[in-house]
């Protein structure tokens, strides 16, 4: 049986997802981003900053069950980390780890919606260069 190909015809080389080293994985990183207090609240997500000697500018996310049974809480999980992964060349400020906790309306909200919540909030946690 022939294996089909990995990457359709014309892909770019590069994987666009996120690394494991761009990601956050241990539950005691999440909790330290808490228990910070460095947060800003959006419509449709909350941003955590965790600054550290060993923080790298990851992501986390984190979909709570209020979010919705558990199809929706990994479609908002993909999408905030899809709206980061897009947009994570304008996050030039700090060195700070980024926790993202979806809402409710994460799901169901226009793309553009979610991306201009992310960047506001970015741009309120001063991740971003200031506009010229």
Known sequence: ???????????????ET????QRLRHPRLFEEAYAQNQRWHGRHMVLFLRSGPDASRRLGVVASRKVGPAVDRNRAK???REAFRRNRA????????????????????PWQALIQD???LAAQAGLLPPAP
């Open 1 to 15: 049986m022939a294996s089909l190909p990995r990457k359709a015809p014309g892909s770019p080389g590069a994987p």
């Open 18 to 21: 996120l690394g494991r080293r």
């Open 78 to 80: 993909r999408r905030l």
């Open 90 to 109: 304008r996050f030039t400020i700090g060195a700070d780890d980024i926790v993202l906790v979806a809402r409710r309306s994460a799901v169901t909200a």
């Open 118 to 120: 992310l960047l506001q």
